[in-house]
């Protein structure tokens, strides 16, 4: 490939090129990414990463009014955006003037309750945020038949995780020795649905993160429920833990091979106390959480349109406080 | 924890890369009394991570339009915006002292240290970051203390433990004659060329001292006055002469050397006449514009502003492609009589920036044309520049992290829970697959006592008490090499030397009196061997005992300096923007920090001829150079084993 770059986009993203190459850029900007439920602060986050990077098209779907509660803390949205707007529409403004080599667009409409493939076959990538496991399990399944790459992001409180699907992934590795051809390389990723029913018995308490269990204890309810749940949903959401923890005990029991060890054992109350409370009741978002989170994830989108850099495969964690980001694999690939 | 948040006075001290992001999540995160530091302006090549800038605004103030743009979103956040250098006097202990906490987002460890300094003086915690490319990182450094002033918690600070810096030394000798690397050609054609023809005639750099120090050559005299356009002399005519002066002559007289040529290839000298006169049918040359030298060129070029690009003029667009021998030579001779043509009230002014087009495509040309006579491989202008500038690579998603990770280490200490600071690293990839972290979090440090800033460091100072006066052990010891900017000295016997402001006229005279005085000599029993000089900066609080052992004869050769200082030091070379720093910690990335601005690679050894001489003598001065700070000389360079590239 010869040197597509214009002046103006070799100039601006001349320290980038230096980072990751002009091979790499510009397939960045050959790619289309959808972000919708923007009014988060997380999904605030990745549009202004992604768009800065150089994407081809980033097109935002959110038709929430741009001064609603829930978008407190998406930063793109201007104290004198007019109140007629929606939150795409707002957001989009201010990444337009971020990077106005980005072709950004505010979608009409909200995010469709059910799929819809040939809108969804438009894109190399759709991120949901803001929107129950319900209709998560729905669209991932739908991009797994388009072969859309699939993120979702979800930040409350002091907590926060992404799930990543790029079904069948090639890559080339990030950097290769000298002299070294890179030798490329597929990651196959579970389904959602997959993901979210992995056995607990399988997982070593000791290494696991505290909200691979919370998450999943929530996602059934949400995918029972087809919404999220509030304070009143806690004790349901303990008993449905202590439910799924006693039937780990119970097979790794009666498990021939001899089970795994004592210490990894699921103990009763798997999730310390105040994880899961925070978690369903901290709707509030906290920045330097979505900071974060909307930082690794970006690294994340743009891996899957560039194929350059292994991928997080599925999970990851990272809450504040310990500041350990942790990625976790769950599901079985089929 | 929200009121606290909101009546917190936070001090962020960068609004670039990190500084940007920082702020944005400071604001979203309920701090509304922010100030903002910073002395930069904004550049184009800002714009893919500093979010907070519009095209709009390259030319203004980062800290103005920082704060103006955070408004947009949080109208209620008091943010006082400073456009100045941390280091200015206003700047001080008391400044700093209005803030619950300092947030560091800066690019240079120099600027990092002194802000340490004063944050240990100030007793205000700092919480430091740096990033490059995928790696960041954010470390916390306070001692904090309880109502009865005991301390309580206690981190190493910035300055414990040892930092590596990016800058790289390259021997002289190798930039003149031996170059086998394509950095060496870099630094050649920057430091050695570019300044000889356009920078200032007074100047004197490595590439006309060659024969006169070491009697090389054909030992024929000249000065500078040989890379100067004479009289009469045709733009064109003088870049055809300097080509063959340099990449012809000069490689020929280097061959001559032969003991050079033992154990390496010898470099072939080129020819211009036979280089421009190859078939333009080689295969990488493509361009159409590039077919007849620069007779072609100024035909072409009779649209372009002459002085603007030597790249343009040629049709050589692809700045990521490398250019094959002929079109190196072409842009050498074009960038030359553009330079002359152009620019002539340049020539002789110039120094090199790294945003200047045609200087760039001129280093490009030069230290490729000396790459291929030395047969080492040739570099595109992209990387070029990279190379030439020591440009700093950055990406928005690494300085959003790290923005977010400060901010998390703040509030934190704001809701007093010192024991749960984490240092937090960002790393590449999972490096270890039983821990699965892509980011790493670990306990802070503990501080060194060896430590000069915050420690009880004493350092040890050899250097010859009988011949040497106080004035020289402050200028050369204490202020070159330890960063001190006014400082203090006292001795056991009751001797003491102050500078700085609050002192009367008269005391200023007195002190002043005894600078000529020999070490030994000082009232109260001297300063010779044995005793300690009890050394301070009441600027940055920064105290250190120096226990003095008295040496005389010294080989000059290997420590020019005249002295040696030992114990525990602040690290080498603290001269620039876009130092890095690494990180303590289990999982520390190479450091880090984001730079948007120059920089610079210090290249330091001992000539050739010291070389042969004093092959052990070599080895004891690289190892002391390596701790040895160099301030920054960007306009005149006078040491002449010293070769900054910035």
Partial sequence: MGNDLTEAEAKVYDRQLRVWGLELQKRLMAARILIAGCSSGVAAEVAKNIALAGVGSLSLLDDAPC????????????????????????????????NPLVNIAALPGGLPAIPDPEFLRG???????????????????????????????????????????????????????????????????????????????TLRARYTHKLVYVVRVCADFESHTGRFPTTEDLPALQQRARELAADARAAAAADANGGPLPRDLISEDVMPAGVLEEYVIGNAELAPVNAVLGGVLANEVLKAVSHKGEPVKNFFFFSLGDNVGLVETLGEIV | M????????????????????????????????????????????????QFLFRRKHVGESKAKVAADSVRAFRPNAKIVAHQGNVKESKFDKEF????????????????????????????????????EGYLGQVTVHYRLKNAAGEATHVTECFECAPKQSRNKTYPVCTIRNTPDKPIHCIVWAKELLFA????????????????????????????????????????????????KRVFTEDIENVLKMEDLWKNRDPPTPLRLDSILGQSSSAASDTHGAASNGTAAAH???????????????????DSHRVWNLRENAQVFLESIRQFLEGRPGEVGEAVFDKEDDLAVEFVTAASNLRAAAYGIPQQSLFNAKGIAGNIIHAIATTNAIVGGLIVIEAMKLLAGAPEHSKATFILKHITNPKMKRLLNAVSPGEPSPKCAACGTARLELVIDTHTTSLGQLIDKVLKKRLSLVEPTVRTDGGFEYEEGEGLDEDEVEANRGRLPLMLDALPGGGLGHGMTAHVEDQVQEFKVAIEITHKDDWDEEAHPEGFILGGSVPPSAPTANGDTSVAAGPSAPAAVSDGDDDDLIIVEAPTLAQQQRDAKGKQKRENEDEEAPRKRQRAVQQSDNVIELD
């Fill in chain 2, 196 to 243: 000889r023809l356009f920078g200032r005639p007074d100047q004197v750099t490595d590439l006309d001292e060659n024969k006169n120090k070491e009697g090389e050559g054909d030992g024929k005299e000249e000065g500078p006055s040989v890379f100067l356009r004479q009289d009469g002399e045709s733009a064109d005519a003088y870049a055809a002469r300097i080509f």
């Fill in chain 2, 96 to 131: 700093f002292q209005k803030f619950l906490l300092v947030l560091n987002g800066l690019d240079n460890v120099e600027a990092r240290r002194h802000v340490n300094r004063l944050c240990l003086s100030a007793g205000i915690p700092l919480i430091e970051s740096g990033t």
């Fill in chain 1, 67 to 98: 001064k609603s509660e829930a978008a407190a803390c998406n930063f793109l949205i201007s104290a004198d955006a007019d109140q007629a707007q929606s939150v795409a529409e707002a957001s989009a403004a201010t990444l337009h003037e971020m």
């Fill in chain 2, 2 to 49: 929200k009121e606290k948040i909101k009546s917190a006075k936070v001090l962020c001290v960068g609004a670039g890369g990190i500084g940007c992001e920082l702020l944005k999540t400071l604001v979203l995160s309920g701090f509304e009394d922010i100030e903002l530091i910073d002395m930069d302006t904004i550049e184009t090549s800002n714009l893919n991570r």
């Fill in chain 1, 123 to 201: 894109f190399e990538v759709v991120l949901i945020t803001s929107a129950p496991f319900s209709t998560l399990l729905q669209y991932d399944a739908a991009c797994r038949q388009l072969g859309v790459a699939f993120f979702t992001a979800s930040s409350r409180g002091s907590t926060s995780f992404f799930f990543a699907n790029l079904h069948s992934h090639e890559y080339t590795p990030l950097e290769t020795p000298a002299g070294v051809v890179p030798t490329k390389a597929i990651s196959a990723f579970p389904s959602l649905a997959s993901a979210l029913s992995q056995p607990w018995k």
């Fill in chain 2, 299 to 317: 035909s072409n070029g009779g649209l372009q502003a002459a002085g603007d690009s030597a790249c343009k003029a040629l049709g050589l667009t």
